[in-house]
């Protein structure tokens, strides 16, 4: 009897070890991941360790339709030298907390306008005096007066999180002339367009005659059966 018992102890310490060993959840598991409380802890501590940036910008921009444009900004950890030197280089600066992985995104809302980021999106600022520049090429398809919107984000680390965020984002007014080959082009297709409306109106004129003999015919017809039958009677 006490060799069964010992038997079956062992056989219940070899199940548990084995459940545990495959990774049986247990309450200690569930604090694996930063709860909202230490997520908003680190958020406010790694805000603090943040230090003043400025981005250089350019707010108005021009070009002709159907052509290319490269847009770039650069944004400056600030230190007392690097800030004289923004301020007196730049058209249009704007100040924002920085430190880290940096993102900016440049889009328009109209799907004339087509944006392509040249180079990495996110680049990283450790230290005063240390910039990230972004690059983008601007093409349009149509002429017109469009609005462009700049955004920075500054990470925390290298998860999408946002420390700093600038907002509102920066508007930068684009305008795009039109050139005589543009208006070319649209006469062109005006032209074919036409050409094809006419064309449709043309076809349905040639139809009209011989749709109005069918019609006529089958009313002929349908009056001489009338008429022959009135004769029967």
Request: hydrophobic share 40%; aromatic share 8%; proline share 4%.
């Amino acid at each position: 009897m006490r060799t069964r018992i010992a038997v079956a102890w062992c056989l219940l310490l070899l199940l548990t070890l084995g459940l545990a060993a495959c990774g049986v959840p247990s309450d200690s598991g569930s604090g694996a991941g930063l709860g909202q409380a230490a997520l908003e802890a680190s958020i406010r501590n790694d805000r603090k360790h943040l230090f003043d940036g400025s981005l250089t910008y350019t707010p108005y921009i021009s070009m002709s339709v159907g052509g290319h444009l490269t847009y770039a900004v650069i944004l400056t950890a600030r230190g007392e030298k690097s800030s004289r030197r923004a301020a007196q280089a730049a058209l249009e600066t704007r100040v924002l907390r920085v430190g880290g992985w940096q993102g900016a995104g440049l889009s328009a809302d109209d799907p004339d306008v087509k944006t392509v980021l040249h180079g990495p999106e996110k680049h990283a600022i450790a230290a005063p005096g240390e910039t990230a520049q972004w690059q983008w090429s601007v093409s349009a398809d149509e002429p017109g007066a469009y609005d462009l919107a700049l955004t920075v984000i500054t990470y925390q680390g290298e998860t999408n999180r946002a420390l700093a965020t600038l907002d509102p984002p920066i508007k930068i007014h684009l305008k795009v002339y039109n050139t005589w080959s543009h208006r070319f082009t649209s006469m062109q297709n005006w032209l074919y367009t036409a050409a094809g409306i006419a064309g449709a109106l043309v076809g349905i004129y040639a139809l009209r005659a011989p749709l109005t003999e069918l019609v006529q015919g089958r009313r002929e017809a349908r009056k001489q059966r009338d008429e022959n039958r009135d004769g029967y009677m």
